[in-house]
C-alpha cells in the first residue's frame, strides 16, 4: 500500500510539472505572438508619417503607435506579475517581415491601401489571439492582461475596418 501511495504521488508530481510546464510553454507561445504584433504595428506606424498623405491614415497610425505602445508595457507587468520571464523576440515574424519589406516601397496611396491592409490583417489576428488567451489562458495574470486590453485591440481592429472601406480605394 505503501508502494501505491507513492507512485501516485510522483504521478501527481510528474502531472503537475508536466502541468507547469504546458502553462509556460503556452505563455512563452501567447506572449511572443502578441509581442510580434505590436512590434509590427508599431514599426509600419512609424513608416506612415513619411510615406502617407491621408491625414486619417495619420491619425491611425498615431493611435497606433500610442496603443501598442502602452500595450507592450502592460506586457511587461503581467509577466512580472505572473513570476514569469518575457521571452526574447528574436525577429519580427516572416509574414510581417514581408510586409514591412513591402510597405518600405511603396508611397501614397499605394501605402495607404498595403498598411491598412496590413493592419487589418493583424488586428484579426491579434484579437482573435488575445480572445481566445483571456477565455482559456492558463496563466492568471496573463489572462487579466489579455481581459483588459481585448477592448483597446477590438476597438482598433474596428477602426482599422473602417478605414479600409475607404471610398477613395475602391
Given at each position: 500500500m505503501k508502494a501505491f501511495f507513492s507512485s501516485l504521488a510522483i504521478v501527481a508530481f510528474a502531472a503537475a510539472w508536466i502541468f507547469a510546464e504546458l502553462k509556460a510553454e503556452e505563455a512563452?507561445?501567447?506572449l511572443k505572438s502578441l509581442e510580434a504584433g505590436g512590434a509590427f504595428?508599431?514599426?509600419?506606424?512609424?513608416?506612415?508619417?513619411?510615406?502617407?498623405q491621408s491625414a486619417e491614415v495619420k491619425s491611425f497610425a498615431r493611435q497606433m503607435i500610442s496603443?501598442?505602445?502602452h500595450i507592450q508595457e502592460e506586457i511587461?507587468?503581467?509577466v512580472q506579475a505572473a513570476n514569469a520571464s518575457m521571452p526574447r523576440l528574436q525577429e519580427?515574424?516572416?509574414?510581417q517581415k514581408a510586409s514591412l519589406l513591402e510597405l518600405n516601397t511603396l508611397t501614397g496611396n499605394e501605402f495607404e491601401q498595403?498598411?491598412?491592409?496590413?493592419?487589418l490583417q493583424t488586428h484579426l489576428e491579434l484579437v482573435a489571439l488575445v480572445r481566445l488567451y483571456a477565455h482559456?489562458?492558463?496563466s492568471a495574470s496573463l489572462r487579466d492582461f489579455a481581459r483588459k486590453e481585448l477592448p483597446t485591440l477590438e476597438r482598433d481592429l474596428r477602426m482599422a475596418q473602417q478605414l479600409?472601406?475607404?471610398d477613395s480605394w475602391h
Open positions: 512563452t507561445a501567447f504595428k508599431i514599426e509600419s506606424s512609424l513608416l506612415v508619417n513619411e510615406r502617407a496603443d501598442h505602445a511587461r507587468v503581467a519580427t515574424a516572416a509574414k498595403a498598411y491598412v491592409r496590413a493592419q482559456k489562458g492558463r479600409s472601406k475607404r
